[in-house]
Every structure is written in C-alpha cells, then in structure tokens.
C-alpha cells in the first residue's frame, strides 16, 4: 500500500527558512515521480515541484525558482522540499503526491494518484 506522510510544517517568518519532509513507503523511488502541491481556502492546489524518480530531473513553479529545492534520501525514504527566502504568499497547506510514472514532471494534480493529508506552513510577518 502506497503511503505518504508530510512533516515538518510550521510558523515562521518572512525571509525565513523551512524544510518539509514526506516519507513515503509501499514503492520505490525509481518506480515513481514524486511532487510538493500546496493550496490555501478558497484555492486551487498549485504544484510547487516535482522529482523524477527515474532520472532525478525536478521542475518547479515559477513562483519558487531560486527559493525551494526538492531532493530525496533513497535510504530514509523521503523527499524533501527546502524553501528558503519564504514569503507570505507561500503559506499553505502542502501536499506530498506520487504517481506511478517514474518520468513524470509535473505539476498537474491530476497526474498524481496518491496523496498524503498535508502539513501546514504560516509564514508570517
């Protein structure tokens, strides 16, 4: 059974920094793309990035080039997403998704069957 659990959620400040984890078990990583979303109320859920799990390739939003990086540790079975210079705007509930296309990248939520429930971050001034 695939699973995804989000971690690492938190407030904190503009400019600030914060690293989310999603650990993950019921696959492996070179069999699946994995992908960071995030959604606010009232919002769609935005794709922030995602990981190609048969070649590491990663893609991003726009909105957080230069900020976030997506990386994975094969042996703990996580992926992370390390967002640095954080802004209001990138607060949010942030999703951790798989999708059983290891040369997946994309930042389409319908392209991902498997989701984990999210791990909030406020970033606040």
């Known amino acids: 059974e695939v699973q995804l659990v989000e971690s690492g959620g938190t407030l904190v400040q503009t400019g600030g920094s914060l690293r989310l984890s999603c650990t993950y078990s019921?696959?492996?990583?070179?069999?699946?793309?994995i992908a960071w979303f995030r959604q606010v109320p009232g919002k769609e859920r935005e794709g922030v990035s995602c990981?190609?799990?048969?070649?590491?390739?990663?893609t991003y939003a726009d909105s957080v080039k230069g900020r976030f990086t997506i990386s994975t540790d094969y042996a703990r079975k996580m992926v992370y997403l390390q967002m640095n210079n954080l802004k209001s705007e990138d607060s949010g509930v942030y999703y951790c998704?798989?999708?059983?296309?290891?040369?997946?990248?994309?930042?389409?939520?319908?392209?991902?069957?498997?989701w984990g429930r999210g791990t909030r971050v406020t970033v606040s001034s």
């Open positions: 019921g696959f492996t990583f070179n069999d699946y793309a």
């Open positions: 998704a798989a999708s059983p296309r290891p040369l997946l990248l994309s930042l389409h939520e319908v392209d991902f069957q498997f």
């Open positions: 990981i190609s799990g048969a070649d590491g390739l990663t």
